[in-house]
C-alpha cells in the first residue's frame, strides 16, 4: 500500500504565491509518475501538472507558465510550485501517484487552495 500526504494549501490573495508538497510513503513501486489534479465545487477533477521520473513534465493549459512541479525521487516527495495565482485556481488540490502496469493508482487526501483577496 502506498500512502500520499499533501500539505501547504491555504489562503492566498491573488497574484501570490503557494507551494505544495506531497510525500509518498510504503511499497512504491518504481518508476512512476506523480501529478496533481484540482477540483474546484461543482466541477470534475482535473489534471494540474505530472511529472515522470524521467524528467518529462505535462501542464494543463491554464497554468501553463505560472504552475511549476518537481519531484525529489530520493525521497519520494513532490512539489507544486504556484505562482500568479488567479482566484479561478481555487481548488481542493490532490496528489497522484501512477505506479507502472495495470492497475490504478494513489491519491492524497487533498489540500484546500483559496485564492481570493
Known amino acids: 500500500q502506498v500512502q500520499l500526504v499533501e500539505s501547504g494549501g491555504g489562503l492566498v490573495q491573488p497574484g501570490g504565491s503557494l507551494t505544495l508538497s506531497c510525500a509518498a510513503s510504503g511499497r512504491i513501486s518504481r518508476p512512476y509518475v506523480m501529478g496533481w489534479y484540482r477540483q474546484a465545487p461543482g466541477k470534475q477533477r482535473e489534471l494540474v501538472a505530472s511529472?515522470?521520473?524521467?524528467?518529462?513534465?505535462y501542464y494543463a493549459d491554464p497554468v501553463k507558465g505560472r504552475f511549476t512541479i518537481s519531484r525529489d525521487n530520493a525521497k519520494n516527495m513532490a512539489f507544486l510550485q504556484m505562482n500568479s495565482l488567479k482566484p479561478e485556481d481555487t481548488a481542493v488540490y490532490y496528489c497522484?501517484?501512477?505506479?507502472?502496469?495495470?492497475?490504478?493508482?494513489?491519491w492524497g487526501q487533498g489540500t484546500q487552495v483559496t485564492v481570493s483577496s
Open positions: 497522484n501517484l501512477r505506479p507502472p502496469g495495470p492497475g490504478g493508482s494513489y
Open positions: 511529472m515522470t521520473s524521467g524528467g518529462n513534465t
